[in-house]
């Protein structure tokens, strides 16, 4: 059975993304691992780092989009789809055999229609206490949709948003393992502080019902500037999180500032395809080879 790996940081902008979809490359690529990206931010970064705007487009006209998943099972009188995960996934993205993804959308749920389904769904069985339904729901909701595709993958990865929203506690509940990105910046550190008293938070209230089994995989410092003059101050920044969460949680490559990374974009591919001898690429290979080692 292959990993289920979340990328997640409660801070937006720390490299989350863009680590979760050159990772996943690398993987494919350098590896031949099975690989499939799953984008639960409606911001759409991880699908929009994989595909074209106009084939997502194309896709969400179609109704193949994590959203209508998600919409089977919160809304399944009214779900107009009946596509199941396999029909929505896109497989060998980039050209890249290996390298699958579950494209997101821009519009994922409405909170009161979750909200609503699950009071219903509380009165019908007659349950007294509400956030064990609610809990329920949040352990399964994303375990249940991977269920069908989870033996066909060596690694599947969820690409988290930002903040700490239903997708997030689902996609930690359903991994075996999260990646904490951070920008060597007190307040991505802060980031990291707050998403670790989360988890253990979420740990903690479903204790009675099932066991989350989730384990810190590292934590991988992005946008790290050579400048000499902010070299210093980032080093006496990561040296914190050092003294917080002990040398072996933090990976040992580090990703580079460098503008071939941010510019893959425009081609629809990560920067480890668009341009793989730049020092953010080389630093993503060294990443997955250090994860590897590690997993
Ligand atoms: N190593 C890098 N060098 C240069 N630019 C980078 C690098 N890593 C990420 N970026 C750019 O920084 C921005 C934020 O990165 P990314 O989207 O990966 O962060 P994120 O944590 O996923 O953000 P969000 O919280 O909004 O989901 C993007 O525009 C991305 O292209
Ligand atoms: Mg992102």
């Known amino acids: 059975m292959g990993y289920v790996i979340a990328t997640a940081n409660m801070k937006g902008g720390v490299g989350k993304t863009t680590i979760t979809v050159n990772?996943?490359?690398c993987l494919a690529k350098n590896?031949?691992?099975?690989?499939l990206v799953l984008d639960l931010d409606s911001q759409i970064s991880a699908t929009l780092s994989l595909m074209s705007p106009i084939e997502f487009a194309k896709r969400r006209k179609q109704s193949k989009t994590f959203r209508y998943l998600i919409d089977e099972i919160i809304n399944p009188a009214?779900?107009?789809?009946?596509?199941?995960i396999q029909d929505i996934i896109q497989p060998q993205v980039c050209n890249l055999p290996g390298l699958n993804l579950l494209p997101g959308d821009i519009d994922l749920y409405d909170e009161f229609v979750v909200s609503e389904m699950l009071h219903q769904q509380a009165t019908a069985l007659g349950e007294q206490d509400f956030e064990t339904v609610w809990n329920r729901f949040e352990r399964v909701l994303i375990n249940n949709i991977l269920k069908p595709v989870r033996q066909e993958y060596d690694f599947i990865l969820l690409d988290c948003a930002p903040g700490y929203n239903l997708l997030t506690r689902s996609a930690l509940a359903a991994s075996d393992f999260y990646i904490l990105p951070a920008?060597?910046?007190p307040l991505s550190i802060v980031g990291i502080q707050l998403l670790e008293r989360r988890i253990g938070q979420l740990k903690d209230s479903h204790e009675q019902e099932a066991k989350i089994d989730i384990k810190m995989l590292g934590i991988v410092f992005s946008m790290c500037s050579g400048n000499l003059l902010n070299g210093r101050y980032y080093k006496q920044v990561m040296h914190r999180v050092v003294e917080d969460f002990g040398v072996e949680k933090?990976?040992?490559a580090q990703i580079p500032v460098d503008v071939n990374v941010a510019k893959a974009v425009d081609s629809f591919m990560p920067a480890v395809l668009n341009a793989p001898q730049s020092g953010g690429s080389k630093a993503f290979l060294q990443l997955t080879q250090e994860l590897l080692e590690k997993l």
């Open 78 to 84: 009214r779900s107009q789809s009946t596509q199941t």
């Open 23 to 25: 990772l996943a490359t």
């Open 250 to 252: 933090i990976c040992r």
């Open 183 to 185: 920008k060597p910046e």
């Open 31 to 35: 590896y031949g691992k099975r690989v």
